[in-house]
Protein backbone atom coordinates (compact mmCIF):
# COMPACT_ATOMS: atom_id res chain seq x y z
CA UNK A 1 0.00 0.00 0.00
CA UNK A 2 1.48 3.25 -1.22
CA UNK A 3 1.98 5.70 1.56
CA UNK A 4 -0.57 8.04 2.32
CA UNK A 5 1.06 12.13 2.08
CA UNK A 6 -0.49 14.08 4.94
CA UNK A 7 -0.28 17.74 4.06
CA UNK A 8 -2.35 20.56 5.48
CA UNK A 9 -4.94 22.70 2.84
CA UNK A 10 -2.89 25.84 4.15
CA UNK A 11 0.41 24.42 2.80
CA UNK A 12 -1.64 23.70 -1.05
CA UNK A 13 -2.66 27.73 -0.28
CA UNK A 14 1.02 28.77 0.33
CA UNK A 15 2.13 26.48 -2.60
CA UNK A 16 -0.25 28.07 -5.01
CA UNK A 17 0.24 31.63 -3.91
CA UNK A 18 4.11 31.00 -5.18
CA UNK A 19 3.43 29.93 -7.79
CA UNK A 20 1.13 32.51 -8.74
CA UNK A 21 3.92 35.19 -8.34
CA UNK A 22 5.66 34.06 -10.90
CA UNK A 23 2.81 33.60 -13.25
CA UNK A 24 0.64 36.72 -12.23
CA UNK A 25 2.05 39.73 -11.65
CA UNK A 26 -1.35 41.05 -10.80
CA UNK A 27 -1.32 38.95 -7.11
CA UNK A 28 -0.26 41.05 -3.83
CA UNK A 29 -1.15 39.75 -0.59
CA UNK A 30 -1.71 41.05 2.24
CA UNK A 31 -1.90 39.26 6.11
CA UNK A 32 -2.56 40.30 9.71
CA UNK A 33 0.72 39.08 11.81
CA UNK A 34 0.14 35.57 10.43
CA UNK A 35 1.97 35.06 7.64
CA UNK A 36 3.79 32.20 9.33
CA UNK A 37 0.65 30.21 10.00
CA UNK A 38 -1.01 31.18 7.13
CA UNK A 39 1.59 30.21 4.88
CA UNK A 40 1.65 33.70 2.95
CA UNK A 41 4.78 34.25 4.33
CA UNK A 42 6.03 31.57 1.65
CA UNK A 43 5.08 34.43 -0.64
CA UNK A 44 6.35 37.56 0.99
CA UNK A 45 9.83 35.58 1.29
CA UNK A 46 10.21 35.31 -2.30
CA UNK A 47 8.23 38.05 -3.18
CA UNK A 48 8.74 41.09 -0.53
CA UNK A 49 7.29 44.27 -2.60
CA UNK A 50 3.74 42.16 -3.43
CA UNK A 51 3.50 41.45 -0.17
CA UNK A 52 1.86 43.92 2.65
CA UNK A 53 1.33 43.28 6.48
CA UNK A 54 -1.70 44.91 7.87
CA UNK A 55 -0.68 44.08 11.52
CA UNK A 56 -3.10 42.92 14.02
CA UNK A 57 -5.79 45.01 12.05
CA UNK A 58 -8.14 42.63 10.38
CA UNK A 59 -10.82 45.47 9.66
CA UNK A 60 -8.28 47.41 8.15
CA UNK A 61 -7.03 44.75 5.99
CA UNK A 62 -10.01 44.14 4.13
CA UNK A 63 -10.18 47.62 3.23
CA UNK A 64 -6.69 47.71 2.05
CA UNK A 65 -7.01 44.70 0.43
CA UNK A 66 -10.78 46.58 -1.56
CA UNK A 67 -8.40 49.46 -2.07
CA UNK A 68 -5.43 47.39 -3.23
CA UNK A 69 -8.06 45.80 -6.10
CA UNK A 70 -9.46 49.16 -7.05
CA UNK A 71 -6.22 49.88 -8.20
CA UNK A 72 -6.30 46.50 -10.35
CA UNK A 73 -4.73 43.59 -8.56
CA UNK A 74 -5.93 40.41 -7.34
CA UNK A 75 -5.32 40.36 -3.99
CA UNK A 76 -5.32 37.49 -1.20
CA UNK A 77 -5.98 38.50 2.21
CA UNK A 78 -5.03 36.15 5.05
CA UNK A 79 -5.96 35.79 8.82
CA UNK A 80 -7.53 32.87 10.73
CA UNK A 81 -10.93 32.05 10.02
CA UNK A 82 -11.93 33.85 13.16
CA UNK A 83 -10.67 37.39 12.23
CA UNK A 84 -11.03 36.98 8.29
CA UNK A 85 -14.77 36.04 8.62
CA UNK A 86 -15.48 36.85 12.14
CA UNK A 87 -14.02 40.47 13.14
CA UNK A 88 -13.76 41.82 9.64
CA UNK A 89 -17.49 40.68 8.97
CA UNK A 90 -19.03 43.71 8.28
CA UNK A 91 -15.59 44.86 6.44
CA UNK A 92 -15.98 42.26 4.34
CA UNK A 93 -19.09 42.95 3.55
CA UNK A 94 -19.12 46.28 2.92
CA UNK A 95 -16.05 46.94 1.35
CA UNK A 96 -15.82 43.76 -0.84
CA UNK A 97 -19.16 42.20 -0.88
CA UNK A 98 -21.17 45.29 -1.56
CA UNK A 99 -19.16 46.47 -4.33
CA UNK A 100 -18.33 42.67 -5.81
CA UNK A 101 -14.28 43.74 -5.29
CA UNK A 102 -11.86 41.29 -6.73
CA UNK A 103 -10.31 40.35 -3.33
CA UNK A 104 -9.80 37.05 -2.09
CA UNK A 105 -10.31 36.06 1.87
CA UNK A 106 -8.23 33.68 2.58
CA UNK A 107 -8.45 32.19 6.01
CA UNK A 108 -7.15 29.64 7.75
CA UNK A 109 -7.01 27.41 10.54
CA UNK A 110 -10.94 27.25 10.22
CA UNK A 111 -12.75 24.35 12.25
CA UNK A 112 -11.97 22.61 15.29
CA UNK A 113 -8.86 21.39 13.55
CA UNK A 114 -7.42 24.07 15.56
CA UNK A 115 -6.72 22.04 18.22
CA UNK A 116 -5.20 23.31 21.32
CA UNK A 117 -5.85 26.95 20.68
CA UNK A 118 -9.49 26.53 21.72
CA UNK A 119 -12.50 27.93 21.18
CA UNK A 120 -11.25 31.43 20.95
CA UNK A 121 -9.68 30.13 18.12
CA UNK A 122 -12.07 27.49 16.71
CA UNK A 123 -14.16 29.56 13.73
CA UNK A 124 -17.26 27.26 13.08
CA UNK A 125 -19.72 29.86 12.11
CA UNK A 126 -17.49 31.10 9.27
CA UNK A 127 -19.26 29.80 6.18
CA UNK A 128 -22.37 30.35 7.60
CA UNK A 129 -21.45 33.92 7.44
CA UNK A 130 -19.61 34.22 4.38
CA UNK A 131 -22.39 32.41 2.39
CA UNK A 132 -25.28 35.46 3.80
CA UNK A 133 -23.39 37.89 1.25
CA UNK A 134 -24.72 38.06 -1.87
CA UNK A 135 -22.25 37.46 -4.47
CA UNK A 136 -19.86 35.71 -2.24
CA UNK A 137 -18.08 32.70 -3.52
CA UNK A 138 -16.80 29.97 -0.86
CA UNK A 139 -14.56 27.27 -1.46
CA UNK A 140 -13.71 25.00 1.19
CA UNK A 141 -10.30 22.03 -0.35
CA UNK A 142 -10.53 18.27 0.77
CA UNK A 143 -6.68 17.95 0.51
CA UNK A 144 -3.60 20.17 -0.62
CA UNK A 145 -3.87 19.54 -3.86
CA UNK A 146 -7.47 20.66 -3.94
CA UNK A 147 -6.43 23.94 -2.01
CA UNK A 148 -3.46 24.71 -3.96
CA UNK A 149 -5.65 24.33 -7.44
CA UNK A 150 -8.96 26.36 -6.09
CA UNK A 151 -6.44 29.15 -4.88
CA UNK A 152 -4.89 29.27 -8.75
CA UNK A 153 -8.60 29.05 -9.53
CA UNK A 154 -10.10 31.88 -7.56
CA UNK A 155 -7.18 34.12 -8.96
CA UNK A 156 -8.43 33.62 -12.12
CA UNK A 157 -12.03 34.84 -11.47
CA UNK A 158 -12.81 38.40 -11.18
CA UNK A 159 -14.72 38.69 -7.93
CA UNK A 160 -14.84 38.34 -4.13
CA UNK A 161 -14.11 34.87 -2.71
CA UNK A 162 -13.82 33.30 0.31
CA UNK A 163 -11.43 30.38 0.80
CA UNK A 164 -11.49 28.24 3.95
CA UNK A 165 -8.02 26.27 4.67
CA UNK A 166 -6.91 23.83 7.91
CA UNK A 167 -4.38 23.79 10.33
CA UNK A 168 -3.92 20.08 10.45
CA UNK A 169 -2.50 18.17 8.23
CA UNK A 170 -4.53 15.87 6.58
CA UNK A 171 -4.41 12.99 3.95
CA UNK A 172 -3.67 13.43 0.64
CA UNK A 173 -6.69 12.29 -1.23
CA UNK A 174 -6.02 13.79 -4.71
CA UNK A 175 -3.35 13.01 -7.47
CA UNK A 176 -1.63 16.61 -8.31
CA UNK A 177 -0.68 15.14 -11.89
CA UNK A 178 -4.47 14.78 -12.67
CA UNK A 179 -6.69 16.76 -10.61
CA UNK A 180 -8.50 19.44 -12.20
CA UNK A 181 -10.13 21.75 -10.04
CA UNK A 182 -13.87 22.43 -11.50
CA UNK A 183 -15.22 25.95 -10.23
CA UNK A 184 -18.65 25.61 -8.71
CA UNK A 185 -18.80 21.55 -9.49
CA UNK A 186 -19.33 19.02 -6.97
CA UNK A 187 -17.36 15.76 -7.87
CA UNK A 188 -18.75 12.09 -7.08
CA UNK A 189 -15.94 10.46 -5.78
CA UNK A 190 -17.44 7.07 -5.12
CA UNK A 191 -20.74 5.94 -5.87
CA UNK A 192 -23.44 4.49 -4.11
CA UNK A 193 -27.10 3.97 -4.86
CA UNK A 194 -28.36 3.96 -0.30
CA UNK A 195 -27.51 7.30 0.59
CA UNK A 196 -25.28 9.63 -0.36
CA UNK A 197 -22.66 11.49 1.92
CA UNK A 198 -22.07 15.44 1.15
CA UNK A 199 -18.66 16.38 2.26
CA UNK A 200 -16.38 18.98 2.29
CA UNK A 201 -13.08 19.90 3.73
CA UNK A 202 -11.66 17.36 5.73
CA UNK A 203 -14.80 15.86 6.36
CA UNK A 204 -14.21 14.46 2.79
CA UNK A 205 -11.57 11.80 3.90
CA UNK A 206 -13.97 10.81 6.69
CA UNK A 207 -16.86 10.30 4.17
CA UNK A 208 -14.62 7.87 2.15
CA UNK A 209 -13.47 6.02 4.82
CA UNK A 210 -17.24 6.28 6.60
CA UNK A 211 -18.51 4.59 3.17
CA UNK A 212 -16.78 1.84 3.00
CA UNK A 213 -17.06 0.74 6.74
CA UNK A 214 -20.82 0.86 5.28
CA UNK A 215 -19.73 -1.07 2.55
CA UNK A 216 -18.96 -4.00 4.40
CA UNK A 217 -22.21 -3.05 6.70
CA UNK A 218 -23.76 -4.18 3.08
CA UNK A 219 -24.72 -0.32 2.29
CA UNK A 220 -24.24 1.20 -0.54
CA UNK A 221 -23.01 5.15 0.13
CA UNK A 222 -22.13 7.31 -2.70
CA UNK A 223 -19.41 10.45 -1.63
CA UNK A 224 -19.96 13.95 -3.07
CA UNK A 225 -17.25 15.98 -2.47
CA UNK A 226 -18.02 19.72 -2.44
CA UNK A 227 -15.35 21.80 -2.14
CA UNK A 228 -17.78 25.48 -3.43
CA UNK A 229 -20.00 25.70 -1.13
CA UNK A 230 -21.26 28.86 -2.56
CA UNK A 231 -22.55 28.83 -5.48
CA UNK A 232 -23.64 25.19 -4.88
CA UNK A 233 -23.43 22.88 -7.57
CA UNK A 234 -27.60 22.10 -7.53
CA UNK A 235 -27.49 19.65 -10.07
CA UNK A 236 -25.32 16.97 -8.56
CA UNK A 237 -27.28 17.48 -4.87
CA UNK A 238 -30.53 16.83 -6.42
CA UNK A 239 -29.33 14.23 -8.74
CA UNK A 240 -28.11 12.22 -5.05
CA UNK A 241 -31.98 13.28 -3.47
CA UNK A 242 -33.73 11.43 -6.64
CA UNK A 243 -31.36 8.49 -6.88
CA UNK A 244 -30.33 7.54 -3.55
CA UNK A 245 -33.29 9.22 -1.43
CA UNK A 246 -31.52 10.07 1.52
CA UNK A 247 -28.69 12.34 1.79
CA UNK A 248 -25.97 13.00 5.12
CA UNK A 249 -24.05 16.21 5.02
CA UNK A 250 -20.62 16.45 6.44
CA UNK A 251 -18.17 19.47 7.28
CA UNK A 252 -15.96 20.49 9.99
CA UNK A 253 -18.75 23.73 10.83
CA UNK A 254 -21.56 24.28 12.96
CA UNK A 255 -24.39 22.47 12.11
CA UNK A 256 -26.38 25.18 11.30
CA UNK A 257 -25.54 27.37 8.32
CA UNK A 258 -22.95 25.30 6.45
CA UNK A 259 -23.19 23.00 4.10
CA UNK A 260 -25.40 20.89 5.20
CA UNK A 261 -27.70 24.13 6.00
CA UNK A 262 -26.95 24.95 1.90
CA UNK A 263 -28.02 21.33 0.85
CA UNK A 264 -30.86 20.90 3.22
CA UNK A 265 -32.47 24.59 1.85
CA UNK A 266 -31.85 23.02 -1.82
CA UNK A 267 -33.41 19.95 -0.88
CA UNK A 268 -36.37 20.91 0.24
CA UNK A 269 -37.38 22.92 -2.09
CA UNK A 270 -36.95 20.90 -4.90
CA UNK A 271 -37.78 17.10 -3.83
CA UNK A 272 -37.35 16.60 0.24
CA UNK A 273 -35.35 13.58 1.24
CA UNK A 274 -34.09 12.89 4.79
CA UNK A 275 -30.96 15.44 4.97
CA UNK A 276 -28.71 14.39 8.61
CA UNK A 277 -25.94 16.64 9.44
CA UNK A 278 -22.44 16.10 10.85
CA UNK A 279 -20.40 19.03 12.23
CA UNK A 280 -20.21 20.73 15.31
CA UNK A 281 -23.72 20.45 17.35
CA UNK A 282 -23.95 24.39 17.52
CA UNK A 283 -21.79 24.30 20.46
CA UNK A 284 -17.91 26.05 21.33
CA UNK A 285 -14.99 23.70 20.64
CA UNK A 286 -12.30 23.21 23.25
CA UNK A 287 -8.34 23.20 23.46
CA UNK A 288 -6.69 19.89 22.83
CA UNK A 289 -5.08 17.60 19.73
CA UNK A 290 -7.17 18.37 17.05
CA UNK A 291 -7.52 14.67 16.31
CA UNK A 292 -8.76 13.91 19.09
CA UNK A 293 -11.15 16.79 19.14
CA UNK A 294 -12.35 15.62 16.00
CA UNK A 295 -13.74 12.34 17.61
CA UNK A 296 -15.19 14.79 20.79
CA UNK A 297 -17.39 16.01 18.64
CA UNK A 298 -18.58 13.51 16.16
CA UNK A 299 -16.51 14.94 12.80
CA UNK A 300 -15.78 11.48 11.92
CA UNK A 301 -16.04 8.51 10.13
CA UNK A 302 -18.03 6.93 12.57
CA UNK A 303 -20.55 9.03 12.95
CA UNK A 304 -20.76 10.18 9.57
CA UNK A 305 -21.77 5.98 9.10
CA UNK A 306 -24.01 5.87 11.68
CA UNK A 307 -25.96 9.03 10.32
CA UNK A 308 -25.96 7.29 6.89
CA UNK A 309 -27.71 4.56 8.64
CA UNK A 310 -30.20 6.38 10.00
CA UNK A 311 -30.86 8.62 7.50
CA UNK A 312 -31.94 5.62 5.36
CA UNK A 313 -33.84 4.49 7.98
CA UNK A 314 -35.97 7.72 7.67
CA UNK A 315 -36.57 7.31 3.77
CA UNK A 316 -40.53 6.65 3.85
CA UNK A 317 -41.24 7.04 0.45
CA UNK A 318 -40.08 5.11 -2.17
CA UNK A 319 -37.63 6.92 -4.42
CA UNK A 320 -36.74 6.82 -7.61
CA UNK A 321 -33.54 4.84 -8.49
CA UNK A 322 -31.96 4.20 -11.57
CA UNK B 1 -6.21 82.12 -4.74
CA UNK B 2 -7.67 83.92 -7.78
CA UNK B 3 -10.09 86.29 -6.56
CA UNK B 4 -12.37 85.13 -9.92
CA UNK B 5 -11.54 81.08 -9.45
CA UNK B 6 -12.67 81.79 -5.30
CA UNK B 7 -16.06 83.33 -6.67
CA UNK B 8 -16.28 80.46 -8.92
CA UNK B 9 -16.11 77.76 -6.15
CA UNK B 10 -18.19 79.41 -3.84
CA UNK B 11 -20.96 80.30 -6.23
CA UNK B 12 -20.42 76.15 -7.07
CA UNK B 13 -20.78 75.40 -3.55
CA UNK B 14 -23.67 77.69 -2.90
CA UNK B 15 -25.49 75.08 -6.09
CA UNK B 16 -24.31 72.22 -4.44
CA UNK B 17 -25.71 73.56 -1.69
CA UNK B 18 -29.04 73.75 -3.34
CA UNK B 19 -28.72 70.34 -4.36
CA UNK B 20 -28.28 68.65 -1.21
CA UNK B 21 -31.65 70.75 0.51
CA UNK B 22 -33.03 70.27 -2.82
CA UNK B 23 -32.51 66.04 -2.80
CA UNK B 24 -33.17 65.90 0.98
CA UNK B 25 -36.45 67.50 0.68
CA UNK B 26 -37.81 65.94 -2.31
CA UNK B 27 -36.19 62.29 -0.22
CA UNK B 28 -37.65 63.27 2.82
CA UNK B 29 -34.75 62.22 4.94
CA UNK B 30 -31.15 62.05 4.16
CA UNK B 31 -28.35 64.19 5.87
CA UNK B 32 -27.89 67.77 4.93
CA UNK B 33 -26.33 68.71 7.75
CA UNK B 34 -23.27 66.94 7.72
CA UNK B 35 -23.66 67.17 3.47
CA UNK B 36 -23.24 71.34 4.10
CA UNK B 37 -20.11 71.13 6.46
CA UNK B 38 -18.18 69.07 3.47
CA UNK B 39 -20.00 71.41 0.59
CA UNK B 40 -16.72 73.79 -0.12
CA UNK B 41 -14.04 71.14 0.32
CA UNK B 42 -15.97 68.62 -2.28
CA UNK B 43 -16.06 71.76 -4.10
CA UNK B 44 -12.64 72.66 -4.34
CA UNK B 45 -11.79 68.90 -4.88
CA UNK B 46 -13.26 68.10 -7.97
CA UNK B 47 -13.37 71.48 -9.44
CA UNK B 48 -9.31 72.40 -8.97
CA UNK B 49 -7.48 69.68 -7.17
CA UNK B 50 -8.75 66.53 -8.92
CA UNK B 51 -7.21 65.57 -12.25
CA UNK B 52 -10.75 63.65 -12.93
CA UNK B 53 -12.61 63.35 -16.21
CA UNK B 54 -15.96 63.04 -16.31
CA UNK B 55 -16.71 61.85 -19.73
CA UNK B 56 -14.75 59.08 -18.50
CA UNK B 57 -15.34 58.54 -15.05
CA UNK B 58 -13.33 55.44 -14.59
CA UNK B 59 -9.74 56.58 -16.44
CA UNK B 60 -7.64 54.27 -15.21
CA UNK B 61 -5.15 57.28 -13.70
CA UNK B 62 -7.41 59.65 -12.70
CA UNK B 63 -7.23 61.02 -8.96
CA UNK B 64 -9.57 58.97 -6.59
CA UNK B 65 -11.88 60.05 -3.74
CA UNK B 66 -13.20 58.16 -0.90
CA UNK B 67 -16.27 59.54 0.97
CA UNK B 68 -15.62 57.77 4.03
CA UNK B 69 -18.31 59.94 5.62
CA UNK B 70 -20.69 58.07 3.35
CA UNK B 71 -24.18 59.44 4.70
CA UNK B 72 -22.91 63.13 3.28
CA UNK B 73 -23.21 61.60 -0.54
CA UNK B 74 -26.09 64.70 -1.15
CA UNK B 75 -23.07 66.94 -1.40
CA UNK B 76 -20.85 64.82 -3.21
CA UNK B 77 -23.82 63.74 -5.68
CA UNK B 78 -24.31 67.77 -6.71
CA UNK B 79 -20.75 68.30 -7.09
CA UNK B 80 -20.01 65.63 -9.05
CA UNK B 81 -23.65 66.75 -11.09
CA UNK B 82 -21.97 70.05 -11.25
CA UNK B 83 -19.15 68.69 -12.54
CA UNK B 84 -20.58 67.17 -15.19
CA UNK B 85 -20.47 63.57 -14.16
CA UNK B 86 -24.41 63.37 -14.42
CA UNK B 87 -27.01 65.59 -14.98
CA UNK B 88 -28.44 67.86 -11.80
CA UNK B 89 -31.35 66.93 -12.46
CA UNK B 90 -31.12 63.74 -10.88
CA UNK B 91 -30.85 65.26 -7.50
CA UNK B 92 -34.08 65.20 -7.40
CA UNK B 93 -34.40 61.59 -7.36
CA UNK B 94 -31.80 60.83 -3.97
CA UNK B 95 -32.89 57.86 -2.56
CA UNK B 96 -36.14 57.10 -4.67
CA UNK B 97 -36.31 53.09 -5.52
CA UNK B 98 -35.41 53.85 -9.34
CA UNK B 99 -32.48 56.36 -8.45
CA UNK B 100 -28.82 56.22 -9.24
CA UNK B 101 -28.24 58.21 -6.94
CA UNK B 102 -28.39 56.08 -3.55
CA UNK B 103 -28.59 56.83 0.69
CA UNK B 104 -25.09 56.22 0.29
CA UNK B 105 -22.49 56.22 -2.04
CA UNK B 106 -22.63 53.47 -4.63
CA UNK B 107 -19.63 53.06 -7.12
CA UNK B 108 -21.51 51.00 -9.67
CA UNK B 109 -24.51 52.71 -9.93
CA UNK B 110 -23.17 56.24 -10.11
CA UNK B 111 -20.94 57.44 -12.09
CA UNK B 112 -17.80 59.42 -10.46
CA UNK B 113 -18.23 57.19 -7.60
CA UNK B 114 -14.79 55.53 -6.99
CA UNK B 115 -15.91 53.31 -3.64
CA UNK B 116 -19.56 52.53 -2.04
CA UNK B 117 -19.50 53.61 1.27
CA UNK B 118 -21.35 54.44 4.32
CA UNK B 119 -20.22 52.54 7.05
CA UNK B 120 -18.07 54.70 8.90
CA UNK B 121 -14.26 53.84 9.41
CA UNK B 122 -13.77 51.67 6.42
CA UNK B 123 -13.99 54.35 3.46
CA UNK B 124 -10.90 55.11 4.71
CA UNK B 125 -9.00 51.84 4.99
CA UNK B 126 -10.25 51.84 0.81
CA UNK B 127 -8.28 54.72 0.14
CA UNK B 128 -5.52 53.40 1.77
CA UNK B 129 -5.56 50.75 -0.36
CA UNK B 130 -6.02 53.00 -3.62
CA UNK B 131 -2.81 54.96 -2.33
CA UNK B 132 -0.75 51.65 -1.80
CA UNK B 133 -1.87 50.37 -5.13
CA UNK B 134 -0.61 53.41 -6.66
CA UNK B 135 2.70 53.58 -5.56
CA UNK B 136 2.87 49.81 -6.31
CA UNK B 137 2.09 50.21 -9.77
CA UNK B 138 4.37 53.46 -10.15
CA UNK B 139 1.39 55.54 -10.91
CA UNK B 140 1.37 59.51 -9.45
CA UNK B 141 -2.72 59.34 -9.03
CA UNK B 142 -3.35 61.19 -5.24
CA UNK B 143 -5.84 59.78 -3.36
CA UNK B 144 -8.76 61.65 -1.17
CA UNK B 145 -10.91 60.93 1.07
CA UNK B 146 -13.09 62.55 3.52
CA UNK B 147 -13.81 61.47 7.23
CA UNK B 148 -16.62 63.47 9.86
CA UNK B 149 -15.04 64.59 12.78
CA UNK B 150 -17.79 61.94 14.52
CA UNK B 151 -16.55 59.03 12.24
CA UNK B 152 -12.69 58.91 13.88
CA UNK B 153 -14.24 57.00 16.90
CA UNK B 154 -14.52 54.08 14.78
CA UNK B 155 -11.18 52.12 15.63
CA UNK B 156 -11.08 51.01 12.03
CA UNK B 157 -9.76 54.79 11.26
CA UNK B 158 -6.96 54.83 13.57
CA UNK B 159 -5.70 51.04 11.78
CA UNK B 160 -5.51 53.10 8.60
CA UNK B 161 -4.33 56.13 10.08
CA UNK B 162 -1.61 53.59 11.17
CA UNK B 163 -1.03 51.54 8.08
CA UNK B 164 -0.73 55.07 5.90
CA UNK B 165 1.87 56.57 7.89
CA UNK B 166 3.65 52.97 7.99
CA UNK B 167 4.39 52.75 4.45
CA UNK B 168 4.65 56.82 4.06
CA UNK B 169 1.54 56.82 2.01
CA UNK B 170 2.73 60.81 0.46
CA UNK B 171 -0.43 60.28 -2.07
CA UNK B 172 -2.83 60.25 0.62
CA UNK B 173 -4.95 63.19 1.92
CA UNK B 174 -7.56 62.67 4.88
CA UNK B 175 -9.81 65.69 5.37
CA UNK B 176 -11.52 65.32 8.71
CA UNK B 177 -14.78 67.33 9.10
CA UNK B 178 -14.60 69.10 12.58
CA UNK B 179 -18.05 70.43 12.27
CA UNK B 180 -18.02 68.82 16.12
CA UNK B 181 -21.54 67.66 16.48
CA UNK B 182 -22.59 63.80 16.34
CA UNK B 183 -26.69 62.38 16.18
CA UNK B 184 -26.14 62.15 19.79
CA UNK B 185 -24.63 65.42 20.79
CA UNK B 186 -21.48 67.37 20.63
CA UNK B 187 -18.34 65.29 20.22
CA UNK B 188 -17.16 65.98 23.99
CA UNK B 189 -20.86 64.92 25.17
CA UNK B 190 -20.57 61.94 23.17
CA UNK B 191 -16.98 60.44 23.58
CA UNK B 192 -14.83 63.05 22.90
CA UNK B 193 -11.96 62.59 20.33
CA UNK B 194 -10.00 65.46 20.58
CA UNK B 195 -7.25 66.70 20.50
CA UNK B 196 -7.54 65.77 16.89
CA UNK B 197 -4.59 67.38 15.28
CA UNK B 198 -2.33 66.05 18.09
CA UNK B 199 -3.70 62.05 17.54
CA UNK B 200 -2.75 62.37 13.69
CA UNK B 201 0.58 64.00 14.45
CA UNK B 202 0.70 61.08 16.96
CA UNK B 203 0.32 58.32 14.21
CA UNK B 204 2.87 60.08 11.98
CA UNK B 205 0.74 62.26 9.75
CA UNK B 206 1.32 65.83 8.40
CA UNK B 207 -1.37 67.41 9.85
CA UNK B 208 -2.58 70.64 8.44
CA UNK B 209 -5.58 72.61 10.16
CA UNK B 210 -7.70 74.90 8.24
CA UNK B 211 -10.75 76.64 7.94
CA UNK B 212 -13.24 74.06 5.91
CA UNK B 213 -15.45 76.98 4.81
CA UNK B 214 -12.27 79.41 3.59
CA UNK B 215 -11.20 78.38 -0.25
CA UNK B 216 -7.79 80.00 0.50
CA UNK B 217 -7.43 78.46 3.68
CA UNK B 218 -8.41 75.03 2.02
CA UNK B 219 -6.34 75.96 -1.43
CA UNK B 220 -3.25 76.14 0.64
CA UNK B 221 -3.60 73.29 2.66
CA UNK B 222 -3.53 70.62 -0.38
CA UNK B 223 -0.98 72.63 -2.27
CA UNK B 224 1.12 72.11 0.68
CA UNK B 225 0.04 69.03 0.72
CA UNK B 226 1.35 67.90 -2.10
CA UNK B 227 5.11 69.16 -1.09
CA UNK B 228 5.58 67.08 1.43
CA UNK B 229 7.26 63.43 0.83
CA UNK B 230 7.02 60.42 3.07
CA UNK B 231 3.98 60.79 5.13
CA UNK B 232 0.26 61.18 4.49
CA UNK B 233 -1.56 64.66 4.94
CA UNK B 234 -4.43 64.70 7.33
CA UNK B 235 -6.31 68.26 6.73
CA UNK B 236 -8.95 69.10 9.85
CA UNK B 237 -10.93 71.30 8.66
CA UNK B 238 -12.80 73.07 10.99
CA UNK B 239 -16.73 73.58 9.91
CA UNK B 240 -20.17 74.60 10.79
CA UNK B 241 -22.81 71.77 10.12
CA UNK B 242 -25.61 73.16 8.09
CA UNK B 243 -23.26 75.64 6.93
CA UNK B 244 -25.20 77.89 4.46
CA UNK B 245 -29.08 77.83 5.68
CA UNK B 246 -29.09 79.57 8.98
CA UNK B 247 -31.71 77.85 11.02
CA UNK B 248 -29.10 74.18 10.25
CA UNK B 249 -26.17 76.09 11.15
CA UNK B 250 -24.70 74.03 14.58
CA UNK B 251 -28.03 72.34 15.20
CA UNK B 252 -27.41 68.62 15.26
CA UNK B 253 -30.99 68.36 14.78
CA UNK B 254 -30.45 68.79 10.93
CA UNK B 255 -28.05 65.31 10.68
CA UNK B 256 -30.08 62.89 9.19
CA UNK B 257 -33.66 65.38 8.73
CA UNK B 258 -34.91 66.36 5.33
CA UNK B 259 -36.94 69.77 5.45
CA UNK B 260 -40.72 70.67 5.39
CA UNK B 261 -42.17 72.69 2.57
CA UNK B 262 -41.89 75.38 5.02
CA UNK B 263 -38.26 75.17 5.73
CA UNK B 264 -37.70 74.26 2.18
CA UNK B 265 -38.66 77.44 0.91
CA UNK B 266 -36.95 79.15 3.74
CA UNK B 267 -33.64 77.39 2.95
CA UNK B 268 -33.90 77.45 -0.95
CA UNK B 269 -34.76 81.53 -0.70
CA UNK B 270 -31.23 81.55 1.58
CA UNK B 271 -29.38 80.42 -0.84
CA UNK B 272 -30.76 81.93 -4.04
CA UNK B 273 -29.85 85.05 -2.09
CA UNK B 274 -26.16 84.20 -1.48
CA UNK B 275 -26.10 82.86 -5.27
CA UNK B 276 -27.48 86.36 -6.48
CA UNK B 277 -24.77 88.06 -4.43
CA UNK B 278 -22.08 85.95 -5.66
CA UNK B 279 -22.92 86.27 -9.02
CA UNK B 280 -23.88 90.31 -8.82
Given at each position: M????K??T???Y??AL????KT?????V???????????G??????P?????????E?N??G?A???S???Y???AS??AM???????????NS?G???????????H???????????H???E????M?TI?G????????D?????????A?????P????????A?????D??????E??????I????D?????T???????L???????????????I???TI????????????Y????????????VI??L????????C??????V?K??V???????G????L????????K??AE????A??F??V???K? | ????????????A????M??????????????????S?T??????????????????K??????????K??T??A???????????S????????????M???H??M?M??G???S???????????????L?????????R?????????????Q?????????A?????L??V??????????????????????????????????I???????I????K????????????????V????V??????????????????????M????NTL??L??
Open positions: AEVIAARDGGDLELGNDKVVMDADLAGATKTVFKKAYDKFFNAGIAGLMVAGLLSGTVFSFFAAGRAFEQVRIYPHLNVKVAATAGISVGEDGASQCCDIALRPMVIINPADVEAKAATIASEYDGVYLRFGRLVPRIFQNTYKFWGKGKKRDGIVTIVAGLMVNEATAAEMLEVEGVSARVNIHKPLDKDIIMEAAETGAIVTAEEHNGGGGAVSELVEKFPVPLVGNDTFGRSPAKELGIYGLDCHIKAKQIAKIPQIN | MELDLKRQLQINCKARGVIEGTFSAQSGHPGGSLIDVLTYLYFVEMNVNPQEPWENRDRFVLSGHAPLYSVLALRGFFFEEIKTLRKSDSLQGPSHTPIDMTGSLGQGISVAVGMAGAKLANKDYVYTALGDGEIQEGVWEAAMFASKGLDNVAIDNNNLQIDGTLEEVNSPYPIPEKFEAFGWNVIKDGHDFDSDSAFDAKQIKGKPTAIIAKSKGKGSFMENNGSWHGKATNSEQYEQANELKSEEA
